[in-house]
Antibody, heavy 118, light 108 residues
Framework: EVQLVESGGGLVQPGGSLRLSCAASGFTFSSYWMSWVRQAPGKGLEWVANIKQDGSEKYYVDSVKGRFTISRDNAKNSLYLQMNSLRAEDTAVYYC???????????WGQGTLVTVSS | SYVLTQPPSVSVAPGQTARITCGGNNIGSKSVHWYQQKPGQAPVLVVYDDSDRPSGIPERFSGSNSGNTATLTISRVEAGDEADYYCQVWDSSSDPVVFGGGTKLTVL
């Protein structure tokens, strides 16, 4: 059974940093693109970042470029999102998702809430 | 960047057919994917590549895509289908993964 479990969310002040983690199991993690997708309270889905199987390619939504870094550790079956210079508009539930063909997401975690507020 | 337009809400009686549209410029040339999200839960992929269904998704869920409109069709709607539905495409722009704004399906 495919499982994705996010952790690391919480309350952080504007300008602060947070690192999200996603533990994957039930599939060959190193064979898949992986992604982060977020959802602000009461709003729709927004793609944040993708990373290739070996970590050699990374893509970001314009609004987080230069502030967020996606990474992965295939030996630990884990995906990460380092978030710096956080803003109020980054407040959202962050989902880890598997991307079998880069272009869509077939499995999602339950999400972790990030709240940016003073 | 590419824009996907969905109606905010669709209502349908149980047993009837619900059609949720997703509009975009020449969307027929792209692959469209659909997600179902129930309150407090993570999204679930219900249709990918316009009309394919992941394993475990009922045949009642189907998709089509042509011209400037893609459509998710839910036949014989059940109370359990009440949820938000999002369309999504990949686009060769600066923000390549694009979601529609979502449609709330209400089962009367």
């Amino acid at each position: 059974e495919v499982q994705l479990v996010e952790s690391g969310g919480g309350l952080v002040q504007p300008g602060g940093s947070l690192r999200l983690s996603c533990a994957a199991s039930g599939f060959t993690f190193s064979s898949y693109w992986m992604s982060w997708v977020r959802q602000a309270p009461g709003k729709g889905l927004e793609w944040v970042a993708n990373i290739k199987q070996d970590g050699s390619e990374k893509y970001y939504v314009d609004s987080v470029k230069g502030r967020f870094t996606i990474s992965r550790d295939n030996a630990k079956n884990s995906l990460y999102l380092q978030m710096n210079s956080l803003r109020a508009e980054d407040t959202a539930v962050y989902y880890c998702a598997r991307a079998p063909a880069w272009t869509y997401f077939d499995y999602w975690g339950q999400g972790t809430l990030v709240t940016v507020s003073s | 960047s590419y824009v996907l337009t969905q109606p905010p809400s669709v209502s349908v009686a149980p047993g009837q057919t619900a059609r949720i549209t997703c509009g975009g410029n020449n969307i027929g040339s792209k692959s469209v994917h659909w997600y179902q999200q129930k309150p407090g839960q993570a999204p679930v992929l219900v249709v990918y590549d316009d009309s394919d269904r992941p394993s475990g998704i009922p045949e009642r869920f189907s998709g089509s895509n042509s011209g400037n409109t893609a459509t998710l069709t839910i036949s014989r709607v059940e109370a359990g289908d009440e949820a938000d539905y999002y369309c999504q495409v990949w686009d060769s722009s600066s923000d390549p993964v694009v979601f529609g704004g979502g449609t709330k399906l209400t089962v009367l």
